[in-house]
């Protein structure tokens, strides 16, 4: 009796199992969870006996019930002479019923059913290799596993793992739940026989170190579950092993022997042996199996490796939290997959988050913080926002320094918004919540802290940005999720205002507070406060709407009293006043009227107005008047008439100001008052026509008759003049125009062409005259191309308005080209050193190529003139210009492909041209060389264009393009000989081999009347041009010989040329387990080449966000793959 109760206590019962595997990477599978124990952690009912030191149920032994699974399972479709093998492939709901079966043949025929278990394994790898039953004990593994490659050599293989078959999609779930249910079922008896595990183990060693992949794939799946599965049955047995210990020493209290201590002895004993069993086949896998495949040529291999890792570490301390282990985990982030740098850094974070691993980790945190934090910066965006994730754990733990975070605060204005948001809520966390855990009062931080201490965190955050307001947003953006603080209106309002006297601020911190109400305001309303990196509307469901509906009002109410009270404290401030205008357009003004403060809404609006004429600065001008505007057009009933009133009263207001302006300076006064003025007049002008009662014949006067006024003015001058004739086309009815109103608009713009043309005259005279004759020539080249554009001849031919259309002349085209290019010429120092002035975007070289090439795109004058003379500067002014010139040559393509190869061409002329000039001017050994290399780098450009299907589409105007510079070369031979090398031989490679040979023909036949001889030096480009024209007839009709006969494939992989090595983390490690990944790896993975994207593709917005952002060019072309950091092994 006292044998029968060890055996019952030594038994384990079966656990009731979970889910299945959800993915179909290894990982957790049923017994991923702690197997035999509760939610609560405790030991299953039945381990553990009944506290006081009492061993019940020691005498006796329930009989086990038997419950009729055959019926449900025969339900299932299971038939008696199913395989294995078919089961796992289809019928994954009998995989219990058949694993008892198996088990129950396995205790009466050992052999037998460990053959059909083997077979179904070998089978799982898609071999079909039958075993002897007899001869089982004598066969060899190596011998069997060397057969079944050469099955695979024999291509006799079948692939079920990587099947797209949709009978087969669950084929590694059900897999991986089959042996995981086998091991379970199998923990009272087999599993501890030495026999079974240990020969299935010993087969899936030997198969994952195979060349077939299927085989590895297949292998490395069952072996990983294998030690998933131990794990569970290792940590029921130790759960048993803490009861029987504590039932011992309970016992041993009441008496020091006797046959109840002696059965809890042999219990406690056995239960050992049984851990340590499990724990050796669990190194045997990983010694045999890990150790080699986490390191695999296939990525899919390494993934499974370092997320079941991963699960054992978190699931099995005891065994696997040591660096022996951990080590795998670090090296693998710098795995050249990004899923499997993923799968380590979830891993990692999944360990960091349980306090009691942290100090096992603190060897392994050293010698790999550097590459976490590295991470952070990951060229895969997944991996980067995972290694963030991370790095809060750290950070948590107090495990980073600050200085090792400062790096990643550079992140916040990183262009992926998810990478932003995730940093976003580091810093939240580390910086302003301040969360942080420690061994003594466990975790610390500020979430219940006032909104208060959390905005003057925020503040003493934005004080590094005190003159960048974009960084700022930025800044804001990606901690507003976050922050419940930054949606406390009243408390931010509160702070401005100075109602708290437990908080003073600064000049800096009221600026920044200011700018956060505002933008916080955007954000809660929907709106964005940084440029999107797509351009797509953003949709709301119903529920989403309605909250920004309820954040419009809260901000409404919060404000309804106390703007009036913001706007008389920062009135005066030039830098405040502009974000806490704008907060206007975010309120809902319904409110007003429904609460009754008309009054509240008449302040504001009249300390706007007061604002308006207080500024001269286009920020706070534009600000007011889209506020006023707002008002006038969204306002209930009589706030409406009233806004309609003040803008009104604001507009006559402005004209007395400006004639009183304009009287001053011609009776010789200063200036300042009528620049601000024109300023104020310009800003209301982009918005709506404004009345100018003889102002506009005032104007035309002073610029006529007054030739030294500040440049400034007369830019500010001719805006006004040229809105004011635009307005007044926009006026002329086109159905019905009258005479009087086509007549007056002639006038009207006959006196800004009078003005226009005499700039033109002068200014392209003038050279290096200061920046404020620069911003006047970049005024007037964006004018004149505007105002020819609007009255093209074209759009009023054969209308009642044909009057109206204009087409300028070919004087006055060359006189315009000539002061475009001025400014083109510009330095790069002298626009950098402008980027912060006022109205930059509108007078700077973008905005002159723009202005110049949107004349040729619309037609509006001749392309074969300007055409060439713009794309002539495409490689010579760095990459914003450059986009603009190939949106041009796209828009070319489209609509005037006819007229592409004569426009290429004379493009390429007058860069050649250029060229000559400055080599028969002399000395000058740089200039020279600058020109040389435009030359050739404009051909390389415009030959770029041709790629891909546009090679074949625009095959004709390639062939063009070769032979007129074939002709326009030989026109004075040899001195222009050298046009072959630089400009038409990036053509050639684009041109198809029969046109090759006809190009070469006509080369050679216009060289036979020269002497060669004569001038070597002046004839090389020549023979060069002939030697390309030779390669590539030769390279292409080989090619063609190829396709005409037979194609010759060659097997496997292609090949790679570079064999780049890993990146050794430690000092000391043998080869065996830390080389890089091998050569095979290295070819593993095909690489297709990127083709071409269209042009129309790369001219983004991105340039004008750039240039808005104030942040250097360089900075943010690096920003795109170069500065992200990626595995260091690929």
């Known amino acids: 009796m006292e044998n029968a109760a060890v055996a019952s206590e030594t038994s384990v019962r079966r656990p009731k199992r979970g889910r299945v595997l959800e993915s179909a990477d290894v990982g957790p599978s049923k017994s991923s969870g702690s197997v035999g124990e509760k939610a609560d952690g405790s030991p299953a009912d039945g381990e553990q006996g009944s506290g006081d030191g009492s061993f019940d149920g020691l005498d006796e032994i329930a009989p086990k019930t038997k419950r009729k699974r055959g019926a449900a399972a025969r339900a299932a479709g299971w038939k008696d002479d199913q395989r294995l093998i078919d089961v796992v492939k289809y019928n994954a709901k009998v995989i219990d019923h058949v694993v008892k079966r198996w088990v129950e043949r396995y205790e009466g025929d050992p052999k037998s059913a460990m053959v059909d278990l083997l077979m179904m394994l070998f089978e799982a790898c898609g071999a079909k290799y039958q075993l002897d039953v007899e001869s089982l004990d004598?066969?060899?593994?190596?011998?069997?596993?060397?057969?079944?490659?050469?099955?695979?050599?024999?291509?006799?293989?079948?692939?079920?793992?990587?099947?797209?078959q949709k009978d087969l999609k669950s084929f590694k779930e059900n897999l991986a739940s089959f042996w995981d249910t086998l091991v379970l079922e199998c923990q009272n008896g087999p599993l501890f026989d030495n026999v079974l595990f240990e020969k299935c183990v010993d087969y899936v060693i030997a198969l994952s170190c195979t060349p077939p992949r299927v085989y590895r794939q297949v292998a490395s799946l069952v072996g990983l579950q294998l030690v998933t599965s131990f794990i569970a049955v290792a940590k029921t047995l130790s759960a048993q092993r803490e009861t029987t210990q504590r039932q011992l020493n309970a016992e041993k209290k009441k008496r020091s022997d006797g046959p109840r201590v002696e059965s809890l002895n042999k219990r406690l004993s056995l239960t050992h042996e049984k851990i340590t069993a499990m724990e050796e086949m669990m190194r045997k896998i990983f010694t045999g199996l890990f150790m080699h495949r986490y390191r695999d040529v296939d990525p899919e291999i390494r993934m499974s490796c370092i997320k079941s890792l991963g699960i054992w570490v978190a699931s099995y301390p005891s065994l696997f939290l040591q660096d022996l282990y951990l080590k795998y985990l670090g090296w693998t982030l710098n795995d050249k997959s990004s899923a499997v740098r993923k799968a380590s850094v979830l891993a990692l974070q999944n360990l960091y988050e349980a306090?009691?691993?942290?100090?096992?980790?603190?060897?392994?945190?050293?010698?790999?913080?550097?590459?976490?934090?590295?991470?952070?910066?990951?060229i895969d965006i997944s991996v980067a926002v995972s290694a963030i994730g991370l790095l809060k754990q750290l950070l948590r733990h107090q495990l980073l320094t600050d200085d090792e975070l400062g790096p990643l605060y550079d992140l916040l204005i990183d262009e992926p918004p998810m990478i932003r948001r995730a940093i976003g809520e580091l810093v939240y966390d580390h910086l302003i919540a301040q969360n942080v855990k420690n061994s003594q009062s466990g975790?610390?931080?500020?979430?219940?802290?006032?909104?208060?201490?959390?905005?003057?965190?925020?503040l003493q955050i934005l004080r590094e940005f005190p003159d960048d307001p974009i960084l700022g947003a930025y800044v804001i953006d990606d901690i507003w999720d976050d922050m419940k603080a930054m949606k406390d209106w009243k408390c931010i309002i509160s702070m401005l205002l100075d109602e708290n006297p437990l908080i003073e601020l600064t000049d800096v911190d009221a600026t920044n507070l200011v700018r956060l109400l505002h933008a916080s305001a955007k954000k809660a309303v929907g709106d964005r406060i940084v440029p999107a990196t797509d351009n797509r509307k953003q949709y709301y469901t119903k529920a989403q709407k309605e909250a920004l509906e309820n954040s419009k009002r809260e901000i409404t109410t919060a404000l309804v009293k106390s703007f009036p009270q913001l706007l008389r404290k920062y009135i005066a401030d030039k830098v405040k006043i502009s974000p806490l205008i704008e907060i206007v357009l975010l309120l809902k003004l319904e409110i007003y009227s429904l609460k009754r403060q008309e009054q509240n809404f008449k302040v504001s609006l009249e300390l706007i107005a007061d604002a308006f004429f207080k500024h001269g600065e286009k920020d706070a001008l534009r600000s007011c008047i889209k506020a006023i505007t707002f008002c006038s057009t969204e306002g209930q009933a009589d706030l409406q008439d009233f806004a309609q009133s003040k803008l009104t009263d604001l507009e006559n207001e402005l004209i007395v100001k400006l004639k009183s302006a304009i009287k001053e300076v011609v009776a010789?006064?200063?200036?300042?008052?009528?620049?601000?003025?024109?300023?104020?007049?310009?800003?209301?002008?982009?918005?709506?026509?404004?009345?100018t009662d003889g102002v506009y014949e005032d104007m035309a006067n002073i610029l006529r008759d007054l030739k030294d006024l500040d440049n400034e003015v007369k830019s500010f001058l001719l805006l006004n003049m040229y809105l004011h004739v635009a307005w007044c086309l926009h006026s002329v009815d086109s159905e019905t125009p009258s005479e009087a109103s086509i007549s007056t608009l002639l006038s009207k713009r006959s006196l800004l062409f009078e003005q226009l043309y005499y700039l033109l005259e002068t200014l392209s005279k003038v050279q290096n005259d200061g920046r404020s004759r620069s911003v006047l020539s970049c005024r007037v080249c964006v004018i004149v191309a505007e105002i020819w554009c609007l009255f093209?001849?074209?759009?009023?031919?054969?209308?009642?308005?044909e009057s109206l259309g204009y087409h300028p002349d070919t004087s006055i085209l060359q006189k315009f080209w000539r002061l475009c290019e001025q400014q083109l010429n510009v330095s790069d120092e002298t626009e950098e050193e402008d980027a912060n002035e006022e109205y930059i975007e509108e007078s700077n070289r973008d905005a002159v190529m723009i202005a110049a090439a949107k004349l040729v795109a619309t037609d509006t004058v001749s392309k074969d003139y300007l055409?060439?003379?713009?794309?002539?500067?495409?490689?010579?002014?760095?990459?914003s210009t450059s986009e603009i010139i190939k949106y041009l040559i796209t828009s070319l393509k489209k609509n005037a492909s006819d007229e592409l190869p004569t426009i290429f061409l004379e493009a390429l002329k007058r860069v050649y041209q250029r060229h000559l000039v400055d080599v028969s001017g002399g000395d000058n050994e740089s200039l020279i060389s600058r020109t040389h290399a435009d030359c050739k780098d404009l051909a390389t450009r415009l030959s770029a264009t041709f790629t891909g299907a546009?090679?074949?589409?625009?095959?004709?105007?390639?062939?063009?393009?070769?032979?007129?510079?074939?002709?326009?070369?030989?026109?004075?031979?040899?001195?222009?000989?050298?046009?072959?090398?630089?400009?038409?031989?990036?053509?050639?490679?684009?041109?198809?081999?029969?046109?090759?040979?006809?190009?070469?023909?006509?080369?050679?036949?216009?060289?036979?009347?020269?002497?060669?001889?004569?001038?070597?030096?002046?004839?090389?480009?020549?023979?060069?041009?002939?030697?390309?024209?030779?390669?590539?007839?030769i390279k292409n009709d080989g090619l063609q010989d190829e396709k005409e006969g037979h194609t010759v494939r060659r097997r496997g992989r292609p090949r790679k040329a570079s064999n780049i090595q890993g990146k050794k983390l430690f000092d000391r490690h043998d080869s065996s387990e830390e080389d890089s990944i091998s050569e095979s790896d290295q070819n593993g993975e095909?690489?297709?080449?990127?083709e071409d994207q269209p042009l129309i593709h790369t001219f983004r917005s991105s340039v004008s966000k750039l240039r808005s952002m104030r942040l250097p060019q360089q900075e943010m072309n690096g920003q795109e793959g170069t500065s992200r950091t990626k595995g260091t092994n690929s």
């Open 138 to 164: 004598e066969t060899d593994v190596d011998d069997v596993v060397v057969a079944l490659v050469q099955l695979a050599r024999n291509g006799e293989v079948e692939d079920y793992y990587s099947s797209k």
């Open 355 to 378: 306090d009691e691993n942290v100090p096992s980790l603190g060897l392994f945190t050293e010698r790999f913080c550097n590459r976490m934090i590295e991470l952070a910066d990951d």
């Open 443 to 458: 975790s610390t931080g500020g979430e219940n802290e006032s909104s208060e201490v959390h905005l003057g965190r925020l």
């Open 668 to 691: 010789g006064d200063d200036e300042y008052s009528l620049l601000v003025n024109l300023k104020r007049l310009y800003e209301l002008q982009l918005t709506k026509p404004v009345s």
């Open 792 to 801: 093209k001849k074209t759009k009023y031919s054969s209308t009642k308005l």
């Open 867 to 879: 055409g060439p003379l713009i794309i002539s500067h495409f490689a010579m002014h760095g990459m």
């Open 950 to 1033: 546009a090679r074949n589409k625009h095959k004709s105007e390639i062939l063009k393009i070769v032979q007129a510079g074939v002709s326009f070369a030989f026109l004075n031979a040899p001195k222009q000989l050298h046009f072959l090398e630089v400009a038409v031989l990036p053509f050639v490679s684009k041109l198809l081999t029969s046109d090759v040979l006809d190009i070469l023909r006509d080369v050679q036949k216009r060289s036979e009347n020269f002497n060669k001889d004569e001038d070597p030096s002046g004839w090389r480009p020549y023979f060069t041009f002939v030697e390309h024209l030779h390669e590539k007839y």
């Open 1086 to 1090: 095909e690489e297709e080449e990127e």
